[in-house]
């Protein structure tokens, strides 16, 4: 079975903090990628790494960063929280190549105060 | 953008009816996928449909797709408590980047 796992399901951070959120697949996928979650505005893509070192911005990059410097890792940065930044990621990895299929990871709620 | 969007936003059913949700999008695609999301969890895949299929079936789950009218429609039958969730359409573009609407969330009362 395939496995995304994100390193915390619950986490409060203060104003200003640098937060870090670990994503880690075990599949081999070429892509990656991070999501925010907020009710009514679904899946907003952050940012998606197609390869090792690789990366593109999605459609709400402003305030974060990413890393993946191993196949597997895939890290999203809060250069320094804010409360605006509140809510629930989600990290998924999929194949290049075939349909694309997606696996998620079961989510981070982040709570900045 | 090619964003799908589910329709309705949320849907209540008793136990055993059928449940429909629809989807609609912008532009061309290879194919649409339906992810399953249970409360405060993350989305798993439900079933895809290639742009060449008009149907498809995967246990209580039917979709259909209409590229005509560019919109496509998930069937649960038969539907449990269980099966509550809200539900996502997904349109993939270039590295496989996938866009997600908003969802619907359907309620199946016991």
């Known amino acids: 079975d395939v496995k995304v796992t994100q390193s915390s399901r619950y986490l409060v951070k203060r104003t200003g903090e640098k937060v870090f959120l670990e994503c880690v697949q075990d599949m081999d996928h070429e892509n990656m990628f991070w999501y925010r979650q907020d009710p009514g505005l679904g899946l907003r893509l952050i940012y998606f790494s197609y390869d090792v070192k690789m990366k593109e911005k999605g459609d709400i990059p402003e305030g974060y960063s990413v890393s993946r410097e191993k196949k597997e890792r895939f890290s999203l940065i809060l250069e320094s929280a804010s409360t605006n930044q509140t809510s629930m990621y989600l990290c998924?990895?999929?194949?290049?190549?075939?349909?694309?299929?997606?696996?998620f990871g079961p989510g981070t709620r982040l709570t900045v105060t | 953008s090619q964003q799908g969007e589910e329709d309705p936003q949320a849907l209540s059913i008793q136990e055993g009816e059928n449940a429909t949700m629809n989807c609609s999008y912008k532009t061309s695609i290879n194919n649409l996928q339906w992810y399953r999301q249970n409360s405060g969890r993350g989305l798993v895949h439900l079933i895809l449909?290639?742009?060449?299929?008009r149907e498809k079936h995967s246990g209580r789950l039917r979709v259909t797709l209409d590229t005509s009218k560019k919109s496509s429609s998930l069937l649960i039958t038969a539907s449990r408590a269980a099966d509550t969730a809200s539900y996502f359409c997904a349109t993939p573009s270039y590295f496989n980047k996938f866009y997600f609407g908003s969802g619907t969330k359907l309620n199946v009362k016991p």
């Open positions: 998924a990895s999929s194949f290049s190549r075939g349909p694309g299929e997606q696996y």
């Open positions: 449909i290639r742009s060449n299929e």
